[in-house]
């Protein structure tokens, strides 16, 4: 299984940025996927889930600025992030059924 996020980068605050994440390996449509981040010096948090049947979960510090989705044809999970703050500067990763993880992709926010 290979996990494969892209889209990060630098963004002032109140900015937006999409993350996705391509799966291969893996029975993508039946899968559960979800995103998680880690900023320096902190552990790894939750931000949001997806169920292989389109259920949404979000932490509660990104609900109403996040949205996560997923696109079964393309084999890929997205994280649509809006009104971005400084506190949400991390790096973002893709998990799998609560099992498989990707490489992680920098998110900065400036202030």
């Known amino acids: 299984v290979q996990l494969q996020a892209s889209g990060g980068g630098v963004v002032q605050a109140g900015g937006s940025l999409r993350l996705s994440c391509a799966a291969t390996?893996?029975?993508?449509?039946?899968?559960?996927m979800g995103w998680y981040r880690q900023a320096p010096g902190k552990e790894r948090e939750f931000v949001a889930s997806?169920?292989?049947?389109?259920?949404?979960g979000y932490a509660d510090s990104v609900k109403g600025r996040f949205a996560i989705s997923r696109d079964n044809a393309k084999n890929t999970m997205y994280l649509q992030m809006n009104s971005l703050k400084p506190e949400d500067t991390a790096v973002y990763y893709c998990n799998a059924e609560q099992w498989y993880w990707g490489q992680g992709t920098q998110v900065t926010v400036s202030s």
């Open positions: 390996g893996i029975a993508f449509s039946v899968a559960d």
């Open positions: 997806i169920t292989s049947a389109g259920r949404t």
